[in-house]
Each structure stands twice: as structure tokens, then as C-alpha cells.
């Protein structure tokens, strides 16, 4: 059973340059959820999609961008880099509980670098 | 926003001791889990525990919901324990809502 996969691990991006995360969510689940995560601190909510629509979304400018496929695959992507940018961006899935969101489960991340 | 307090926020440890790591949470909660961050970042889920106590090996859980409080125990503790254990809450809707974390070194 794959778990939650996510792709670049690493990349270095200069200000003012575009990025796209991607993400393969754990088989079975529907939704994903992106977090960004400063160092030494807790991970931070940047949206979630289900059914291809962002469903809810965090205090991210709307630099911050996402796309949920057929296939429930997700990207994140990232307008106009800023120094502050840098971090370690998480990928969690879950599946829909009524309203709610069940257990997520989180991929290894992609580290992202902005020089 | 619902707030998320871990104590303490730093813990060292010598191999075999036991530990109880705290999570005070402001609101009531739909979902809170336990989780360890390794070395390279990925967030080990631990334990889903909106209420109740659950075991897993050396570890267990036990979230008091009306007393809004959750505690991680970590009995006899080994090397590969160490890193960073995050307690996050679900109020309402989709949004996991982390605390601060507490870091946790193991000596051999």
C-alpha cells in the first residue's frame, strides 16, 4: 500500500521565480491538505482540495496556489518567491468524514531553498 | 483560533528512562493526533485519539476531551526515539492545527 508520495525532495529557487510541488495521495484517500513548515516550527495550513475544489484554505497570500486532479493527485504552486519562502512543504491526505477530515498522513516533504 | 500548548518544549533523556510529554488544547476538538518528525522531516503519525487512551508498543496515548489535555508516554526509551513530537487538533472543518512541538534527545 503506497503511502503519500511527494516530488522535487529538494530544490533551490531564486526570488521571484515560480514553483510546483506535487503530490500522490496514500491509495483510497480523496483529499489532500498542504502544510509549510518553518524551521523549528509546527507545520502551518495552507489549503486542502477535495473534488478537484479548494475546500479550505489558511492565512497564505494568493501567491499560493493548488490543483486537484481526476486521480486525486495535487499541486502546490508558488508565484513570485520570497526569501521567506523557504521551508519544508508537506503533503498530507485523508478521506472526507462528513464535514470533518479524518486521520491524515503526511509524505517526507519537498525542501525548498529561495536564494 | 483554537490554541495548541506542548510541554515541555525541550526533554532529554537517558536510554531506558520513561517520559510523558503534555498537550493542552483551548476548544473542543473533532480530532487530535500524535506525531513523530524524523531526521528527514516526514511526520510519523503516532496515534489518532480524539478521547479516550490507546497503546502501540512502548508508547501509548490518552486524550481527556472534557478537560481538554492530551499525553504521549513513551516507556523505556531507545536512541531512535529522539526527534520532534507534535500534538495537532481538528476543531472544525479541514485545517490540523499544530503546537510548537517538543523535542526529545535520547542518550545512550
Known amino acids: 500500500d503506497a503511502g503519500v508520495t511527494q516530488s522535487p525532495t529538494h530544490l533551490i529557487k531564486t526570488r521571484g521565480q515560480q514553483v510546483t510541488l506535487r503530490c500522490s495521495p496514500k491509495s483510497g484517500h480523496d483529499t489532500v491538505s498542504w502544510y509549510q513548515q518553518a524551521l523549528g516550527q509546527g507545520p502551518q495550513f495552507i489549503f486542502q482540495y477535495y473534488e478537484e475544489e479548494e475546500r479550505q484554505r489558511g492565512n497564505f497570500p494568493d501567491r499560493f496556489s493548488g490543483h486537484q486532479f481526476p486521480n486525486y493527485s495535487s499541486e502546490l504552486n508558488v508565484n513570485a518567491l520570497l526569501l521567506g519562502d523557504s521551508a519544508l512543504y508537506l503533503c498530507?491526505?485523508?478521506?472526507?468524514?462528513?464535514?470533518?477530515?479524518?486521520?491524515?498522513?503526511f509524505g517526507e516533504g519537498s525542501r525548498l531553498t529561495v536564494l | 483560533g483554537i490554541q495548541v500548548e506542548q510541554s515541555p518544549p525541550d526533554l532529554i533523556l537517558q536510554e531506558g528512562a520513561n517520559s510523558t510529554l503534555r498537550c493542552n488544547f483551548s476548544d473542543s476538538v473533532n480530532n487530535l493526533q500524535w506525531f513523530h518528525q524524523n531526521p528527514w522531516g516526514q511526520l510519523i503519525n503516532l496515534f489518532y485519539?480524539?478521547?479516550g487512551t490507546k497503546q502501540n508498543g512502548r508508547l501509548s496515548a490518552t486524550t481527556v476531551a472534557t478537560e481538554r489535555y492530551s499525553l504521549l508516554y513513551i516507556s523505556s526509551s531507545q536512541t531512535t526515539d529522539s526527534g520532534v513530537y507534535f500534538c495537532a487538533v481538528l476543531r472544525n472543518g479541514n485545517k490540523l492545527v499544530f503546537g510548537a512541538g517538543t523535542i526529545l534527545r535520547v542518550k545512550s
Open positions: 485519539i480524539p478521547s
Open positions: 498530507a491526505s485523508s478521506l472526507v468524514q462528513g464535514s470533518n477530515t479524518g486521520e491524515l498522513f
